[in-house]
């Protein structure tokens, strides 16, 4: 429900342009992973992130731990990077809380 | 690379009946997860185990039961299946892939009718 939640909901982008997702936690989050649902159904996962920041190619990602929230920034958006964005959060006990996810368009 | 399986990919049932979905993963890692997937809910986790033998509820357990009958198998169970339980099914495994990622399946698509 409301402990994970991502922001904006969808995004449309054009090719070559940058954006950032957002997640903000009602819970004491104390990891975060960053996942990508394809147009085909499959989950994959992006990011695991303690508190600090990752970069992988074209993505970054930032969990401020402080002020529960993680950030996903994406550079040069191109068109496979269409999909749904989801982030979920872990407040020990192994058990993950995904956010509703964000839906993003990229457009040529 | 890890792999969990999922079985059936497809699964039409009747009101009243008793569905069973199954999970295998080879990756010797301890916990294991069952969600849900719908339409402006994202994936709400239905159950989850730390290792053989251990079940624990998630935030929407009601209606389902979890079995761990090894470190590979994770089932989820309607004993008597809903059409509120019409959804997208994924089973996840925990392990450390150089840091502790979930890996999930490919989804059991589940149509109570």
């Known amino acids: 429900g409301d402990k994970v939640k991502q922001s904006p909901s969808a995004l449309s982008l054009q090719e070559g342009t940058n954006s950032a997702l957002r997640c903000n936690f009602s819970i004491a989050a104390t990891t975060v992973q960053w996942f990508l649902q394809n147009p085909r159904g499959s989950l994959i996962n992006l990011f695991y992130l303690v508190p600090g920041t990752k970069e992988n190619g074209r993505l970054k990602s930032a969990f401020d731990s402080k002020e529960s929230y993680s950030t996903l920034h994406i550079r040069d958006a191109q068109l496979e990077d269409s999909g749904t964005y989801f982030c979920?959060?872990?407040?020990?006990?192994?058990?993950?809380?995904f956010g509703e996810g964000t839906k993003l368009t990229v457009s040529s | 690379e890890a792999a969990v399986t999922q079985s059936p990919r497809n699964k039409v049932a009747v009101t009243g009946g008793k569905v069973t979905l199954s999970c295998n993963q080879t990756?010797?890692?301890?916990?294991m997860y069952w969600y849900r997937q719908d339409t402006g809910h994202g994936l709400r986790l239905i159950h989850y185990s730390y290792g053989a033998g251990s079940t624990e509820k998630g935030d929407i357990p009601d209606g389902y039961k979890a079995s761990r009958p090894s470190q590979e198998n994770f089932s989820l169970i309607l004993e008597l299946a809903t059409p509120s339980q019409t959804s997208v099914y994924f089973c996840?495994?925990?392990?450390?892939?150089?840091?502790?990622?979930?890996?999930f399946g490919s989804g059991t698509r589940l149509t109570v009718l």
């Open positions: 979920a959060a872990e407040a020990g006990s192994a058990k993950l809380i």
């Open positions: 996840a495994s925990l392990g450390w892939g150089g840091a502790e990622t979930l890996y």
């Open positions: 990756n010797n890692h301890n916990n």
